[in-house]
Structure formats: C-alpha cells, structure tokens
C-alpha cells in the first residue's frame, strides 16, 4: 500500500498537471531565506495537514464542495498569500503563516479529493493510504523547496538581491498567474 500511495502523493507535488500546488508553494514560501528552514517546515506541514484534513472527510463522505467552486479557490489562495507576503511584514511566530497554510490546505484537498477517493477504491480503510499519501505530499513539497532555494542561491552569487526584492518578484510573478487562473475559472 505506502508504495501505491507515496509516489501518488509525491507526483502530486512535483508534477507540472500539479501546477498550482507548485505557485502555492512557492509563493508561501517565498518570505522566508533558507536559513529559516524550520519555519518552511512547518508551513509546508501545516498546509499538508490541511490537505489531509480535507481528503480524509471527502473519502468519509462528510463534506463535499462543487468542484468549480474548489478550481475558483484554489487560485484565490495563490493570489491571497502573494498579497500576503507582500502587505503584512513577517511575524515573529509561526501561529498566523501555519494557519493560513493549513486553512488554504483545506482548499487545495478539495482539488484532489476526487481522484483521491476515486484512488481508494475498496479499500477497508482510509488511514493506511492518506498516511503515505501524504508522506509523499510532504517529501515532494520538501524537495521543491530544496530546488527553489537552490535557484535562489545561485542566483544571489550571480545577481545579489536584497530578500524584500526576491520576495516582491516571486509573489508579483505568483500573483498575476493566479490572476490568470481566476480569470480562466470565471470564463
């Protein structure tokens, strides 16, 4: 089961049919230098623990959302946290960012849940599965952000950059895709 589950979960980050989960990513992220590390870990396991809080009460049957609506979001919590990072200045603790990145976990679960449950098929219990799954969510997120602070770095070595800028420029970039999304969900 974890070697059915994990990669599922791992693709679903890394994959670029995933795109949107990649921006968000990105973009909550984007505040930070890689020396923070620990708080990238933690928003990055806060949003799974959103998501994995919406795919568990979709495979129970005891929450479902149209999945228009669902597509709609998805790229308002791009453009959220692009605004975000951009107006609010950078707390001193973690309890707003992990909330947010849970709270728009919730939102982007609902975009997979489909498949998910569709994924589960007759299996006798969900715990097995969204365990890996989401392991896999988490390595693949970790992995991203590894490749994403990796560019950074080179790039600072080639054009230094005050952090302000780098953050400007990634959440402006995440800001008008995710307006390019909503725009395409409205028409």
Known sequence: ???????????????????????????????????????????????????SLTLALTALQIVAFPQKLVELLIPVT??????????LPKPATMTRPCMVAAGFGLIHGCGFAGYFNMMLGDEQSIIGPLFAFNLGLEAGQIITVAVLYGCFFILEKIYPARQGSRTLFVSGAGAGLAIKMILENLL
Do not use: K
């Not at 791009?78 to 107006?87: E, H, P």
């Open 1 to 51: 089961m974890f070697r059915i589950y994990f990669p599922i979960g791992f693709q679903h980050i890394i994959s670029l049919t995933g795109f949107d989960h990649l921006l968000f990513i990105v973009v909550l992220c984007a505040v930070y230098t890689w020396q923070e590390w620990r708080r990238i870990l933690v928003l990055l396991t806060g949003f799974t623990l959103g998501h």
């Open 78 to 87: 791009i453009l959220m946290t692009s605004l975000i990072n951009v107006v």
